[in-house]
Structures are given as C-alpha cells and as structure tokens.
C-alpha cells in the first residue's frame, strides 16, 4: 500500500496519483449528481430542490471534515517521506480517536438542528419538508461519512490513491441501485434519495475495513497507539484546521450565494442547484491537483527535496488551468445541453445556462489557487491558503454575487461571472505568498545557528 513518491520523474508520479484521486472524487461527486439526476426523473420541481439544498449542505459539511483530514494526510506523508513509521502511525492513531469523536458529536448537534438550517438556507415552503426529512437521514449517516474520508485521508498519505477509488467505486454501484429503488420504484421522494446514499456509504466503510484486515496494508495500530497526545494533536490540527476554516467558509459562500438565488424564486433556486452540482464534477481536475501537490509535495519536502515539491507544484498549475481553459470555452456551446440532464422544466434550463456561462470561468482561476493552496498545506503553511480564501470570498466573491443579483433581476449570468472575480484575486494573494516562501526557504541561517 505504502509508496514513495520522492523519487522518479515528477510529472509521472503526479499522473500516476491523481488520477486514481480523480476517479475516484468523480465518483463520490457523482453520489450527488446521481440523486440529483434520477429525483429528476420521478419527481417535480420541490422534489428536485429539496434535494438540491440538502445535497449542498452535505457537502459543505464532508469538505469541511475532508479539510480536517488534510492534516493527516500531510503528517502521514512527512513522516513515509522522512522513513519515520513510528511518526506515521502516532498520526494515525490521533487521527482515528479524534474523528471519532468529533463524528459522533457532529451527528447529534445537526440532527438537533435541521429545522434552523432549513430555515436558514431560505429553501422555498414548497422544498421545506423533504429538504429536512433528507437531511435528518442523511446527518445520521455522518459518521459513516467521517470514517470513509479519514480512511482514505491515511492511504494518500501513504502514497495510495487506488485504495480509496475501489471502495468508493463499490459505494457509488450502491447508490445508483438504491436511487432506482427508493425514489424510482418506492416513490419515497427525498428521503429516498437520502437513504440510498447513507446506506451506501456505510457499505463502502464496511468494505474498506474488510480489505484492511485481510490484507498487509502497512498499518499496525496498537491500543497505546489510540490515545491521543498533544504534540500529535497540535501538528494535526494545525495543518487540518485552517483548511477545514477555509473550505467551511467557501462552502458557506456557496450556500449564501444559494440563498440570494432562492430568493429569486423556485425556478433560479433550481438552476443554481443543479449549476453547483456541475461545478462540483468539473472542479475534480483542481481538487484531485490540490490534495496531489499536498502528498506528493509533503513527502518531497519530508525528504528533504524542496526542489522537487516545487516541480510538483509548476506541473500541476499547468494542468489544472489548462483544464479550466478547455472547460471554460466547451461551456459556452453546451450550457443548455449540459443542464438539462438534470431538469426538463425550460425555464430552469433557461437560467442554468446563464448562470454556468459565466461561473465556469472559476474552473480556470480556482484551478491555479487550489494547487498553490497545496503547496502550502505541504510545507506546513495551511494558514496562507486560509488567508486568500477568506480574504477573497468576503471582499469580493459574496459582495459582487449580491451586487450582481440586485442589478440584473432577468439573468443569472452576471452572478456566475461575479464568482470569478473572487478567484482572480486568491490567485494574486498566492503569487505573493509563494515568492515569500521561496525567499524564506533561500535566506541564509543566521551566524552560529
């Protein structure tokens, strides 16, 4: 399971761990869109909000735990890099005690919490029920959730991106079945499309702790190994928890920007809907480079190869934008097309490809500022990535969305475009960030050190 990324060219290694990474982000993304999908085909409009709002809630609730994870992933990969087994399995065996915990504490604060929420995400009266009966099912099964991200948060580190594809590739076989199930055969609406992902989750969890313990994973965990240590602790949350701030409150920022179109009315609230769902599938490219250059990156510096987590970085800025450019200039012949996948309702596909029009042109920009945020979580600095992000979505992302939908009440365009502007700037926080760090790494030792 253990590989060493530390070594051989670059470039290959890059390819050889994202893409398995991208596989199997393109199928976790597609429990979502699957939902999303196939409600469409059964149910109306509420139906297909409800789940909607519900499903963007979900996630902004896994990208915050994956976020928490990545310093995990980043310990783990430090220490294989460093040949430190004792290091690497003192960061596992905080890992698994801490999300344990925290799963089991989430669970019960947000199932005490689903009415609030829904009435926080301003989801039209129509969506209300079902947007809460998915939700109630779908918090119940966040430690299932949780114990899914961490396994494979641990295997990355290691240098393993299969693993995580073949259990998450079982898990989403299962959702489609149990999609056609509950809402197809069952009628059973929202809380179909909730159930079938639960119980899918939880069998993909119970398949990875299977191969686990059948297998020679590399992982021997003793008991001693579970109780949590403070300097461990300390390293992991350090890393975890500005990326876990950050992706919170981009999520939040996405979720604001679902509100103002919820206020629109049903038929913009849908269209954003299922537009997020696409940009969900179409950001994989800079999500798998992102969590690429942060292992890879991580186990180079580990090493002691600077050099080589920086070529790590410049392969993956090239094609993560390359990406966004080919995807950007695709969207505007096939916006229409593409959302009506998802809804047969003309006016909804009318203001989805207005909104996806100018909101695809984030693929492009998020791209580069994602791999740079990889590099930082790397070298230890989550704390810049958190910066630029944070910065950008209350100085310019969340403003311009409000701005943009109070001056153009006819068209959705001109919010997805104001999303971008918010991007351009990260990038330009991160250029500066970068050449900082550079010139930290390349300073002299102060005389007698």
């Not at 494979?152 to 259990?167: A, E, H």
């Not at 898990?171 to 009628?187: E, K, P, R, T, V």
């Not at 990889?374 to 910066?387: D, H, I, K, V």
Request: aromatic fraction near 8%.
């Amino acid at each position: 399971m253990e590989r060493n990324l530390t070594s051989g060219s670059v470039l290959r290694n890059i390819l050889q761990f994202s893409v398995p990474y991208l596989l199997s982000y393109f199928l976790q993304t597609l429990y979502g869109m699957a939902d999303l999908f196939i409600i469409g085909q059964f149910e109306g409009v509420a139906s297909t909000t409800a789940v909607s709002v519900g499903s963007q809630v979900m996630h902004m609730i896994t990208v915050v735990l994956v976020g928490l994870a990545m310093g995990t992933t980043v310990s783990v990969a430090r220490a294989t890099g460093a040949g430190d087994r004792r290091q690497a399995t003192a960061a596992i065996g905080s890992t698994v005690t801490l999300f344990t915990v925290l799963s089991l504490v989430l669970t019960a604060v947000l199932l005490a919490c689903v009415r609030p929420i829904v009435a926080v995400m301003s989801t039209p009266s129509e969506a209300a029920a079902g947007t809460a009966d998915y939700l109630t099912i779908c918090f119940l099964g966040i430690p299932c959730i949780t114990a899914y991200n961490i396994i494979s948060s641990i295997f990355r580190g290691l240098g393993d991106s299969k693993s995580p594809l073949y259990f998450v590739a079982v898990a989403c076989a299962a959702n489609i079945l149990l999609d056609y199930l509950f809402m197809g055969a069952l009628h059973m609406g929202p809380s179909g499309a909730a159930l079938g992902t639960t119980l899918s989750q939880a069998l993909s969890v119970a398949v990875s702790l299977f191969v686990i313990l059948r297998r020679q994973t590399g992982i021997t965990l003793r008991r001693s190994d579970l109780r949590p240590r403070r300097a461990v602790l300390g390293r992991l949350l350090k890393i975890g928890l500005p990326v876990a701030l950050q992706d919170g409150f981009i999520q939040v920022s996405f979720l604001i920007i679902s509100i103002i179109a919820n206020r629109r009315g049903l038929s913009d609230a849908a269209a954003v809907g299922i537009v997020e769902k696409i940009i969900g599938f179409l950001f994989l490219v800079p999500s798998s480079m992102l969590s690429t250059v942060s292992a890879l990156g991580a186990q180079n510096i580990g090493a002691g190869r600077q050099d080589r987590a920086v070529r790590t970085l410049r392969y993956a800025i090239l094609i993560a934008a390359g990406f966004g450019l080919c995807a950007g200039l695709a969207v505007q012949w096939l916006a229409e097309p593409v959302v009506s996948l998802f809804t047969r309702d003309p006016a909804v596909i009318t203001a989805g490809g207005q909104y996806i029009r100018g909101y695809i042109w984030d693929c492009l920009f998020a791209g580069i500022h994602f791999c740079f945020s990889g590099y930082f979580c790397a070298c230890g600095r989550s704390e810049l990535s958190f910066l630029h992000n944070i910065l950008a979505i209350f100085l310019v992302r969340i403003p311009g969305v409000a701005l943009a939908s109070r001056l153009f009440a006819g068209t959705l365009f001109p919010m997805g475009l104001a999303t971008v502007f918010g991007s351009i700037l990260s990038v330009a926080i991160c250029l500066g960030a970068y050449r900082w760090l550079r010139r930290k790494d390349r300073a002299p030792a102060p005389a007698g050190r």
